[in-house]
């Protein structure tokens, strides 16, 4: 019983809490934008299922928390559900003042503005944590000097030597061994032309990264790889400190840079060049938010801020893509009726809905096997 109760404490609740963290904020854009906009919001709710705690504020809104904190909606207006379906039948009983008040009697750029206000809030959200992690902690930075090259790596192949210092890479200037992370990760298979500097010369080298599955925050990602590891000579690291306009600026960056990462993931994908067992689930996410709220005492707040940043990024992320039931799914309708005219008719949005339903339980149900699948392989293997 007692390691029920810590186990629930050590993973369940930092699940809990940053999963709805970041929810909260997602929905807060919908409902921020929406009433921006003139729309009735109804409810704001946090979970789904019974109602636990709930409060109506002064403009008719129902806050309320539900039993199963796995995500949330705003309802407005004229919806028939969670998903914003239009209630075509309690439509009818709403007077001409109450239906200027719901989603669907907004113009096409307002529904537009509320549908993306949830992701767009997602990356705020992310460009936040890192300005206050960047301004609170600063950045340590190796140079660009290679340490050690990898027995048999590409690296290895290419002529890379201990000791030399890496000085550009397809022309762009390179001042420290992140950004050498940072380009190859994204350029496997692809041939890049590296300048070294070795015995006060410039040396030329060309070297193509190879794919390679690394376990990240959020479970496996196949990144590009050479092989080359980092010089831990004291005086190849520097310490660097922001003001706040650095760090929002580096924010950005970080921030771009990881949305990038997760598009080029996504259309890897449905290309075949990725695999799907990359995908991390609730267990997976638990499983993380439970080790980085341990290392707070430790290490601070950085990995588990950094935790909320990219898992804020995800769910942006993930909820542009134009799965109908997702946002993406809206701003794809929102796009077809722009162009033709006029709405796409009730029975097609229905069985586009129950589509994307599918869909999205399909990539829950199989997200949740490859945590599984991970938890089995790591017990059998004797891992922690």
Known sequence: MLDLITGFATYVVPFIIVLSFVVFFHEFGHFLVGRWCGVKVETFSMGFGPELFAFVDRYGTRWRIAAIPLGGYVKFLGDANAASAPDQSGALVLSEEERRLTFFAQPV??????????PFANFVLA???????????????????VGGVAQGAVAEAAGFRAGDLIVSIDGAPIDSFA????????????????????????????????????EGPLGK??????????????????????NFIQAA?????????????TFSYVGGLLTGRESADQLSGPIGIAQVSGKMAQAITKVGLWPFGNLIAL?????????????????????????IEALQGRALNERTQEYAFRVGL???????????????????????????
């Open 109 to 118: 750029w307002k529904r537009a503005a509320i549908v993306f206000a949830g």
């Open 127 to 145: 460009i936040v944590i890192y300005t206050l992690l960047f301004g609170t902690y600063g950045r340590t930075l190796l140079a660009p000097r």
């Open 179 to 214: 950004k050498v992370q940072e380009i190859v990760s994204g350029a496997a298979g692809q041939t890049l032309t590296v300048v070294v500097r070795r015995d006060r010369q410039d040396v030329t080298l060309s070297v193509t990264p190879a794919w390679k599955d690394v």
């Open 221 to 242: 990602t196949r990144i590009g790889m050479i092989g080359l590891h980092a010089s831990t000579d004291r005086a190849d690291m520097r310490e660097e400190h922001y």
């Open 249 to 261: 600026g580096l924010a950005v960056d970080e921030t771009w840079a990881l949305s990038a990462r």
């Open 311 to 335: 898992l804020s990024i995800s769910i942006g992320m993930l909820n542009l893509m134009p799965i109908p039931l997702l946002d993406g799914g809206h701003l794809l309708f929102l796009g």
């Open 358 to 384: 599918a869909v999205v339980c399909t990539l829950m149900v199989f997200s949740t096997y490859n945590d599984i699948a991970r938890l089995v392989r790591r017990f059998a293997g004797g891992g922690s």
